[in-house]
């Protein structure tokens, strides 16, 4: 069998082990179409090479002659960790091969912008920290994860801005892997909830789907026939700088009529400065909360500020079905605490948007997140790469 | 070899083939990275099923020993028809297996909407003229491509609602087939053009690209990853329905705010009223180019009619952009002739609504089409359909 065929026949095999695992190489012949005789010979590559193991298949009870044997991935194969890079802290996550979470650390920053040598820097202490609670090191990694806010194109590793880097154009992939000696792979944050929701979330039956995140901007990450699609430029999904208003309010981009500039913390806050009375010690999250406690309680000017918001952000998410007709969109994120910003009538605001046909629309799942799930995207998006380099390594002996 | 994997090498070599032909079979192996063995075993099989023909390769000048021999696809396999319902005519063209074109025909309709069997007639009607050019009958026909404005789910040949039919919901590809014996593909016209686009236009080159049609409406078609987006139900893509403004000018599907409200003839006919100076004969298209000379002209109503047509449009784009990031816009269509209004201030316009990276954003591409070209999309779309079912027809003999 010819080179690539035999890398696709690793690479299938693999998947359909992870995805059934454990299973037996005659139910993995009849689950992949791949014939036995190839079945046999590339899981005992897979054994030697230690991605996978056998396991006994406790579900044979015969007791006769030798016992069923299994196969599933090998969790200590490997070890991978999970970034996310957050407002003053690092959420991080270590899994093993398998997929299992091993330990979680929650790594405090004394900032919130960091010159790109300080983040690396960063980053190296608190997968330090990470690795020291199951008493090993950063080199005993075969991949960093790196969920990070901003415009980040993954396949030059450049961030052409993000919240957190004091510089813009950084190639912030290859600064950080030169500082840890492990792979790195870097994305857009909410590129990586969608990974998470994928892999571990409401997203691992849906073939196409959206999540869209809102914390004090508005993200989006796009998977199209179970890949997460990134654009020519590998900034698409900009969802929160469509624009939903011509020559409208002022985003802090500097264009005009952005979602963002009506739906985002600072749009809400900056409409709400009419109702502050003395309040001014206030954070910008009380603030927030004022506001809409006071919808809720039936204040004009302040149901007038968050239903604005709430409608805009509805015929935004129109737009995306219009488009793109996903099966499901999930909304992630903190400010999801807010259910009523984005509850029934909202939704219903959506349903009347969108083109109408005579099937039901997409399904929107509301899915609150905390930080440590989307270090959980970033650890699972490190796994798919570790994977591919690993049957490549494969591949490579083989010719 | 096991079955899905052989499948995998005829459908490899028959694309690469087609894609570099006339190729000798060493190139093949070289191109694929398919074995020199298994691509003797497999074009041998193609040779036999008559999908690919042996010809002299013309740079052999050696003139020594057997000449070297290429391979390409045969043209005579199987006819392709391709139809473009439009406003009132069918614009038929027929291909070879080879993608060239034989004959072309306009065949005009009596009237612009049809009862289901009444348009399956006129497409009998259509393409037994088509045929009789060629001397030949529908039932030579290996399939037959054909595009319909509106709101098409291609994965059960239902179409929602079309304006050439008087009837919602109607299982349209089904009664074709019935009508004709032969194996029909429908689409929504859009992705048709975006199909040609990928097959014969400017889209050869592009992985990912998006093609804009105006006409009397506002389509879309998206092609990710080499091939055309459809969605979940079957119908994305509905970038004239996209919402440019909350509670907006009243679209002719009954809701308000979308695109086309603001940039489809019946919008700027609906605004231009107030400049009919008795011109209560001329017909639509008339009246359209009144009011473009008009603003040309520098017509104060008429520009403010035709700049916020183009700045809404300009908007729309910047959106998908934003969303999709894709390497290349094709604007594509009728209403293409009338540069003025979708030229360089739009261009800029859009540009400058697009999330700022530092890189080029994507190139626009203007491309005028005539009905023609979209009925060629639609061979190119059952072209595809019908290169699958034959390389299924050989798989089906090996099993």
Avoid at 122 to 137: N, R, S
Avoid at 244 to 268: N, S
Avoid at 280 to 304: F, H, K, V
Wanted: aromatic share 6%; proline share 3%; with cysteine.
């Amino acid at each position: 069998m010819a080179g690539p065929q035999r890398t696709y026949g690793r690479r299938t095999l693999l998947a359909a082990i992870r995805k059934n695992s454990p299973i037996a190489r005659i139910d993995l012949a009849e689950a992949t179409g791949i014939s036995r005789a190839t079945v046999t010979t590339v899981t005992a590559e897979l054994l030697r090479a230690g991605l996978i193991a056998e396991v006994a298949d406790e579900s044979d009870k015969s007791g006769r002659g030798r016992p069923r044997v299994d196969l599933k991935i090998d969790g200590a194969a490997h070890f991978i960790a999970g970034v996310k890079v957050a407002n003053r802290s690092l959420s991080l996550v270590l899994i093993d091969f398998e997929g299992n979470q091993l330990a979680e650390v929650d790594y405090p920053l004394g900032r919130q912008t960091f010159a790109p040598d300080g983040l690396a820097t960063a980053l190296h202490d608190g997968l330090t920290a990470l690795m020291g609670t199951v008493g090993k090191g950063i080199s005993d990694l075969s991949g960093v994860g790196i969920g990070i806010a901003g415009i980040v194109d993954v396949h030059s590793g450049l961030v052409h801005w993000s919240p957190s880097l004091s510089e813009r154009n950084v190639r912030l992939q290859a600064r950080i892997e030169n500082a840890l000696g492990v792979p790195v792979f870097l994305d857009n944050d909410a590129n990586l909830v969608a990974m998470a929701e994928k892999q571990f979330g409401v997203g691992r039956t849906a073939k196409d789907f959206i999540v869209v995140t809102i914390e004090s901007g508005v993200g989006m990450g796009i998977v199209i026939n179970n890949e997460i699609y990134r654009g020519t430029r590998g900034c698409g999904a900009e969802f929160g700088h469509t624009k939903v208003q011509l020559d409208g309010a002022l985003c802090r981009c500097g264009q005009r009529g952005c979602l963002e500039a009506y739906v985002a913390d600072y749009a809400l806050l900056r409409e709400a400065q009419f109702l502050n009375d003395g309040a001014g010690d206030a954070s910008s999250e009380q603030q927030i909360e004022q506001l809409l406690t006071r919808a809720q309680q039936g204040d004009a000017l302040a149901s007038n500020i968050v239903n604005r918001a709430g409608r805009m952000f509805a015929m935004g998410l129109a737009n995306i079905v219009n488009i793109f007709d996903p099966e499901l969109i999930i909304l992630a994120g903190e400010r999801m605490q807010f259910d009523h910003l984005y509850a029934e009538e909202v939704l219903d605001s959506i349903k009347s948007s969108i083109v109408q046909v005579d099937q039901s629309p997409p399904e929107v799942v509301i899915h609150k997140w905390d930080d440590l799930m989307w270090a959980k995207g970033a650890a699972g998006y490190a796994l798919e790469g570790v994977e591919e380099a690993a049957v490549k390594a494969v591949s490579m002996q083989d010719a």
